[in-house]
């Protein structure tokens, strides 16, 4: 159990309860973005909803690893496993949601789906998003260095990806009630996938984690 005064301890508490935001926030933006993007038949605003729950599903990992530390639940060797197992599965449902995206997208410009309608809920929602999103990544990315944590660093690029794919998303819906550019929907979609490729990858193979171990080692 780490030291409850130790700045550790802190840390990992601070760690915690970024995780506890992302979850409760992720549930709610899910819910939303996927009910409007089934009205609205939109693959963007559906995959930004889906994003939303594979963070609250990485999210609960994390924040489950970290807290597992912190209440002394899981010794040196047993956080390091789950420290391992956290990333991966971080980084595993990266690259569930990057498959969902070029199916569904590539489907839809291929005219198998139906076109895209405008949603002024989904306008308004990744909006709010978008200043929501970047701010709780970057917070998480500083704790996940201080801590010296893939599967953190992980997380908190997925939270910085879904910034990007509000981003992306509300750039496809505004296009589309504006102009009628339906196009625009899954399109806008298919720009997030390079990203979350990458660090889908990157947490799978437990890049983050390797090198946090490494740096702790010689630190050491």
């Not at 009910?35 to 609250?56: K, R």
């Not at 076109?115 to 308004?124: C, K, L, M, P, W």
């Not at 999103?133 to 908190?156: E, F, I």
């Not at 550019?181 to 806008?188: E, G, Q, R």
């Amino acid at each position: 159990m780490a030291d409850p005064s130790s700045e550790r301890a802190q840390r990992l508490r601070r760690g915690v309860l970024l995780e506890a935001a992302t979850i409760g926030w992720n549930i709610l933006e899910g819910l939303v973005a996927v009910a409007a993007g089934v009205l609205a038949s939109s693959v963007a605003l559906i995959g930004f909803g889906i994003d939303s729950f594979v963070e609250t599903a990485s999210g609960s990992v994390v924040g489950w690893r970290l807290r597992a530390e912190l209440t002394g639940k899981a010794d040196e060797e047993r956080a390091e496993l789950l420290e391992h197992l956290a990333a991966r599965a971080a980084g595993g449902l990266l690259l569930a949601l990057a498959l969902y995206i070029v199916v569904d997208a590539g489907r839809r410009l291929l005219g198998y789906g139906g076109e895209a309608r405008q949603s002024i809920v989904g306008i308004a929602l990744t909006a709010v998003s978008l200043v929501v999103m970047p701010v709780l990544g970057l917070v998480k990315l500083r704790t996940a260095g201080a801590l010296q944590s893939g599967a953190l660093r992980a997380d908190a690029y997925e939270t910085i990806a879904c910034s990007w794919l509000s981003l992306a998303t509300l750039i496809g819906l505004v296009l589309n009630a504006t102009l009628g550019w339906w196009w625009a929907d899954p399109l806008a979609a298919l720009t997030i996938v390079p990203l979350v490729v990458r660090e889908g990858l990157e947490g799978w193979r437990g890049e983050d984690h390797d090198h946090g171990h490494s740096t702790l080692v010689e630190d050491n």
